[in-house]
């Protein structure tokens, strides 16, 4: 791999990455199971050289901000390399969030340009906030034929063709510096207040430079790359981690389970990022495979899982368990390395089921606030209930433990963001004296390695079991003007604290006015707008309360106060499920 | 002669119904199928999958995004065939 030591940014080591192995396979990407695209290194480069010289020309400036919105595929690694190249500052947006959310976070970040899917863009061009669209120049990419920039009532509204925007020549490289932005990456605050992470080229490259120090990729290695790229584990190991390396990454255009399972065979995958909902699922398939046997294979099957299981109590041994049991292995392509595991919590049965068939699935544990990851398991031994132990650079603590010696976990490192975009308030509650504070709770285990656990959160929000951070203020918005007298969301486990994770959901605390009753109108609205939330985004019940919330003089909830009335004065099984 | 909207419904009730090993009378064109089935997004993909086969038609992910009732699935579905 690089060195990356000698390089200053991203763009810098990317550069010299696409030098490096110029005849190397760096991208394939397929629909179902058509492939469309494969790219060696030189032809990546050849890509992207005239989308760097077009941003020359629009006079796309160091520091300025471009905004990515796309699902996984080579444009976007295409378009990060470019906005890097061009000494830009990269900010990646969920696509799964609304277009109005999109135009909320394209106007805090000052986005001035804008890389994004067909019909996201539709999306956009078609809401009522449009005209409040900040970015100058936009790339519509997998748009259909014949629509083009300036082309009339059925154009790209004032977008061009990601084909179109190019220009011939050789662009100028654009020198950032450790210390410059990179990244700005929004953990939360769609409904509410932005929280956009300011993340360093130093952050990056360090934290690039942990993860591959514990998970090597060379040239050979394929990833797939199944979560959004534009969440910190699949931007830093789903891109920046293997193209320092030399390695491949395939992309899928659906995630369909049947194509992801293909995938793995058909590109005799090494390694892949999961979320706990995709590990279950896959859980899920081979169980169903397995209870298929006939009782002799079946009983067979038992014991070669069970002879694994010892051999491979201490380390892993992949090529011995992929002759043990090579049906298991075939199924996921026979090269499989590791399946890493991370974004949310997940049941450690899940991490044990696929260790003890020789795949390890090391869960690791990250903020967006810390760049990629904090902890991660490095297989020695390997645990299933730990989140394994602090990166090479990183220092963790845990503060103010209890009795258990359960407190929350702090973070220092190179790898943790400057500040909040414009925030200084945030900032200045989340870093205190250069330690980063995660708000969840969690321990060292009393095993002297160094492994961390986590019992719970001390902040109020959720994560759900397909990775996704959900916080209580970002969907109030969906029950605004909701007949009641007031309303707060919360999540469970901040109402009614408890030392562990999994199963969170949140909760809508009403307050009636006087002489309202609770009715079934009341019930059906609420239900009704709650369905207008995505599916992860959706509250799992409410709590009718009866005194009036506490407020500040500017009349906002004290969240805090009316959370702590709460959990002392209702119990939980007061919620009724929506 | 492409079939109605409610005959592509009642064929996505049945199928969903089968595939998720739940009786056909417990679902009504309106549920949220995923509270209804129990399932999660993979889940829902998956029955996508199984749809698809039966209609003979390919519909990209993006299609379900914010979709989570029968009746509205049906429209997309519909809008294929």
């Given at each position: 791999?690089l060195d990356?030591?000698q390089?200053?940014?991203?763009?810098?080591a990317l550069k010299?990455?696409?030098?490096?192995?110029p005849?190397?396979?760096?991208l394939?990407?397929a629909?179902?199971d058509r492939?469309k695209?494969?790219?060696?290194?030189?032809?990546?480069?050849?890509?992207a050289?005239?989308?760097?010289?077009a941003?020359?020309?629009a006079e796309?400036?160091?520091?300025?901000?471009?905004?990515?919105?796309?699902?996984?595929?080579?444009k976007?690694?295409i378009?990060?390399?470019?906005i890097f190249?061009c000494?830009?500052?990269l900010?990646?947006?969920?696509?799964?969030?609304?277009?109005?959310?999109h135009?909320?976070?394209?106007?805090h970040?000052?986005?001035r340009?804008?890389v994004?899917?067909?019909?996201?863009?539709r999306?956009?061009?078609?809401?009522?906030e449009?005209?409040?669209?900040?970015?100058?120049?936009?790339?519509?990419?997998?748009?259909?034929?014949?629509?083009?920039?300036?082309?009339g009532?059925?154009?790209?509204?004032?977008?061009?063709?990601w084909?179109?925007?190019?220009?011939?020549?050789?662009?100028?490289?654009?020198?950032?510096?450790?210390?410059?932005?990179?990244c700005?990456?929004y953990?939360?605050?769609?409904?509410?207040?932005?929280?956009?992470c300011?993340?360093?080229?130093?952050?990056?490259?360090?934290q690039?430079a942990?993860?591959?120090?514990?998970?090597p990729?060379?040239?050979?290695v394929?990833y797939?790359?199944?979560?959004?790229?534009?969440?910190?584990?699949?931007f830093?190991v789903?891109?920046i981690?293997?193209?320092?390396?030399?390695?491949?990454v395939v992309h899928?255009?659906?995630?369909?389970?049947?194509f992801?399972?293909?995938?793995?065979?058909?590109?005799?995958?090494?390694?892949?990022?999961l979320?706990?909902?995709v590990?279950k699922?896959?859980?899920?398939?081979?169980?169903a495979?397995f209870?298929?046997?006939k009782?002799?294979?079946?009983?067979m099957?038992?014991?070669?899982?069970?002879?694994?299981?010892m051999?491979t109590?201490?380390?892993?041994?992949?090529?011995l368990s992929?002759?043990?049991?090579?049906?298991?292995?075939?199924?996921?392509?026979?090269?499989?390395?590791a399946l890493i595991?991370?974004?949310?919590?997940t049941?450690?049965?899940?991490?044990q089921?696929?260790?003890?068939?020789?795949?390890?699935?090391p869960?690791?544990?990250?903020?967006?606030?810390?760049?990629?990851?904090?902890?991660?398991?490095?297989?020695?031994?390997?645990?299933?209930?730990?989140?394994?132990?602090?990166?090479?650079?990183s220092?963790v603590r845990?503060?103010?433990?209890?009795g258990?010696?359960?407190?929350?976990v702090?973070v220092?490192?190179?790898?943790?963001m400057?500040?909040?975009?414009d925030?200084p308030?945030?900032?200045?509650?989340?870093?205190?004296?250069?330690?980063?504070l995660?708000?969840?709770?969690?321990?060292f285990?009393?095993?002297?390695?160094?492994?961390?656990q986590?019992f719970?959160?001390?902040k109020?929000?959720?994560v759900?079991?397909?990775?996704?951070n959900?916080?209580?203020?970002?969907?109030e918005?969906?029950f605004?003007?909701?007949?009641?007298?007031?309303?707060?969301?919360?999540?469970?486990?901040y109402?009614w604290?408890?030392?562990?994770?999994?199963?969170?959901?949140?909760?809508?605390v009403v307050r009636?006015?006087?002489?309202?009753?609770?009715?079934d109108?009341?019930?059906?609205?609420?239900?009704?707008?709650?369905?207008?939330?995505?599916?992860?985004?959706r509250?799992?019940?409410?709590?009718?309360?009866?005194?009036?919330?506490?407020?500040?003089?500017?009349?906002k909830?004290?969240?805090?106060?009316?959370?702590?009335?709460?959990?002392?004065?209702?119990?939980?099984?007061g919620v009724?499920e929506? | 002669?492409?079939?109605t909207?409610n005959?592509?419904?009642?064929?996505?009730?049945?199928?969903?119904?089968?595939?998720?090993?739940?009786?056909?009378?417990r679902l009504?064109?309106?549920d949220?199928?995923?509270?209804?089935?129990?399932?999660?997004?993979?889940?829902?993909l998956?029955?996508?999958?199984?749809?698809?086969?039966h209609?003979?038609?390919?519909?990209?992910?993006?299609?379900?995004?914010?979709?989570?009732?029968?009746?509205?699935?049906a429209?997309?579905?519909?809008?294929r065939?």
């Amino acid at each position: 791999m690089l060195d990356l030591r000698q390089y200053a940014s991203l763009g810098a080591a990317l550069k010299d990455a696409l030098e490096r192995w110029p005849n190397e396979v760096c991208l394939i990407e397929a629909d179902r199971d058509r492939e469309k695209v494969r790219l060696t290194y030189s032809d990546f480069k050849e890509m992207a050289r005239p989308l760097c010289r077009a941003l020359e020309d629009a006079e796309f400036k160091a520091g300025d901000r471009a905004a990515i919105i796309m699902t996984n595929q080579s444009k976007w690694l295409i378009s990060a390399y470019s906005i890097f190249f061009c000494g830009g500052v990269l900010v990646p947006l969920d696509y799964k969030l609304t277009a109005a959310e999109h135009l909320q976070l394209l106007a805090h970040s000052k986005a001035r340009f804008l890389v994004i899917e067909y019909y996201l863009w539709r999306a956009i061009t078609q809401s009522p906030e449009f005209a409040k669209l900040t970015a100058e120049i936009v790339l519509v990419t997998e748009a259909p034929v014949g629509l083009s920039h300036g082309g009339g009532a059925a154009d790209l509204q004032g977008a061009y063709r990601w084909e179109e925007f190019k220009r011939k020549g050789e662009p100028q490289f654009v020198a950032r510096q450790r210390e410059d932005t990179a990244c700005i990456v929004y953990s939360s605050g769609t409904g509410g207040r932005p929280k956009g992470c300011v993340l360093t080229h130093d952050s990056y490259l360090e934290q690039c430079a942990s993860l591959t120090a514990w998970y090597p990729f060379w040239p050979g290695v394929r990833y797939l790359s199944i979560l959004p790229t534009n969440h910190a584990i699949d931007f830093m190991v789903g891109f920046i981690g293997p193209f320092v390396c030399g390695a491949c990454v395939v992309h899928l255009r659906t995630l369909r389970p049947e194509f992801v399972r293909d995938a793995f065979v058909r590109y005799r995958i090494t390694y892949v990022s999961l979320v706990p909902m995709v590990l279950k699922n896959l859980e899920r398939g081979l169980r169903a495979k397995f209870d298929e046997l006939k009782p002799r294979k079946r009983w067979m099957l038992e014991r070669l899982i069970g002879l694994n299981k010892m051999l491979t109590r201490g380390r892993p041994r992949v090529e011995l368990s992929r002759r043990l049991l090579p049906q298991v292995h075939k199924a996921f392509g026979g090269e499989l390395r590791a399946l890493i595991v991370g974004g949310a919590f997940t049941d450690p049965s899940t991490l044990q089921f696929f260790y003890d068939l020789g795949i390890p699935a090391p869960c690791g544990y990250g903020l967006t606030e810390a760049c990629t990851a904090v902890t991660l398991n490095d297989l020695k031994p390997f645990r299933a209930d730990t989140v394994g132990k602090p990166l090479p650079g990183s220092e963790v603590r845990v503060l103010n433990p209890d009795g258990d010696g359960i407190g929350e976990v702090a973070v220092r490192s190179r790898a943790v963001m400057s500040h909040y975009l414009d925030d200084p308030e945030q900032t200045a509650q989340t870093i205190v004296e250069g330690w980063l504070l995660t708000g969840d709770l969690g321990r060292f285990d009393v095993d002297g390695r160094g492994h961390l656990q986590l019992f719970g959160r001390k902040k109020n929000m959720i994560v759900t079991d397909g990775g996704k951070n959900i916080y209580p203020e970002d969907i109030e918005v969906a029950f605004d003007g909701l007949p009641v007298k007031e309303f707060c969301v919360f999540a469970a486990n901040y109402l009614w604290p408890q030392k562990t994770l999994g199963d969170e959901i949140l909760v809508l605390v009403v307050r009636l006015e006087q002489n309202q009753q609770f009715d079934d109108r009341l019930r059906d609205e609420i239900v009704a707008r709650n369905r207008r939330l995505a599916d992860f985004q959706r509250v799992g019940g409410y709590l009718a309360w009866e005194k009036d919330f506490p407020r500040t003089t500017s009349l906002k909830i004290k969240r805090g106060e009316l959370a702590a009335e709460i959990g002392a004065g209702a119990a939980r099984a007061g919620v009724v499920e929506v | 002669m492409p079939p109605t909207t409610n005959h592509t419904l009642d064929e996505i009730l049945n199928l969903a119904a089968l595939h998720f090993k739940v009786p056909r009378e417990r679902l009504t064109p309106d549920d949220d199928f995923f509270k209804t089935l129990g399932i999660d997004s993979l889940q829902a993909l998956d029955l996508l999958t199984r749809l698809e086969s039966h209609f003979r038609i390919e519909l990209p992910d993006y299609e379900l995004q914010g979709v989570s009732d029968f009746r509205t699935l049906a429209s997309r579905i519909q809008a294929r065939l």
